[in-house]
């Protein structure tokens, strides 16, 4: 620019204006090829951040995914294999475990300090011993096909408490997703189904305790800005305790065992130790697909767990109950995932509803919004 000034000096009156015009048309020309430019950084710097949260995305699915199916084919082994039938205390040594990793990771400064108000911290630890205990119990009173039809229940009843806690409207293929996930981890699960009234109960009290669980770990993280470790860290030692504390007595209570009667063998306790070490990723991938996502969504593609640990299941173990009803319903759970994920990655696939405002005035309308904001992040 400074050389075109330069040539400006030395030009006639008469070719001054044009000389000026083509000095405009550079430096417009050079002002719109900066505007592309930053555009273009723009662009990229959005897309480079969609393929990192995908990444990331995947990345906790499937460390959810590793880390359940493994925990589940271990204490498979413990239990069905060397006769540790104590699932409750086992839990409580998960938690404990995890509690150990949290405060280390606390003390080398990983973990920064957060704060989880008292009554949060005891409802959410109630709703998860409750979902612990309910389950067990109802595996202990209900036949295999009611248990599984218990668990499917878990969706709807999570769908049930967004759209009635955040005011979530589901698209009609969102629901029909669900609803063919549902209809084909039943046709590969449910065989049998007989159902009694102290077995139904339990059955009620673990879906219902599990999903609040579920919807508490994201509910909690978005209120307070929690990490997954930091919510670990508030959450994991008072239910290890508490676990520790009441899991030998419920466990004796459904085996009539005692689980320090048990011949703990060398094998068996590295299987121990070896559960324990999984269930710290267990728990920790929960809560992060949790928080990134939500209960329903990880609800859904969870039973991709189930059709992995049924195939692997018939991989090691044998091919006994494997048959035609079986693959089909794992073919219709996995088309039933595979829609769900195309149809709730759509805007219009699940909404969060505002409420309407009214005409008040001002510092109302401030409340309303802090509200809103407060609730949607």
Known sequence: FVDRQEE????????VPAAILVIEQSNLHQTKSLDFK????VSMSS???GDRKTAIDVASWMFNIVTSVGIILVNKALMATYGFSFATTLTGLHFATTTLLTLFLK???YIQTSHLPLPDLIKFVLFAN??????????????VGFYQIAKLSMIPVSCFLEVILDNVRYSRDTKLSISLVLLGVAVCTVTDVSVNAKGFI?????????????YYVHFLQRKYSLGSFNLLGHTAPVQAASLLLVGPVVDYWLTNKRVDAYNYGLTSTLLIIISCTIAVGTNLSQFICIGRFTAVSFQVLGHMKTILVL??????????GLNLQVILGMLIAIAGMIWYGNASSKPEGKERVSLPVSSTPKTQDYNVLSVSSETDH
């Not at 009290?205 to 669980?213: D, I, R, Y």
């Not at 195939?311 to 006994?320: D, I, N, P, S």
């Open 8 to 15: 400006l000096i030395t030009l006639s009156s008469d070719q």
């Open 202 to 214: 339990a059955a009620a009290v673990a879906v219902w305790s599990t999903s609040l669980q579920q």
């Open 107 to 109: 003390w080398l400064g």
């Open 38 to 41: 930053l555009c273009d950084i």
């Open 311 to 320: 195939t692997l299941g018939f991989v090691f173990f044998g091919k006994e």
């Open 130 to 143: 409750f979902s612990i205990v309910g389950m067990n119990v109802s595996l202990m009173w209900n036949s």
């Open 47 to 49: 897309a480079t951040k």
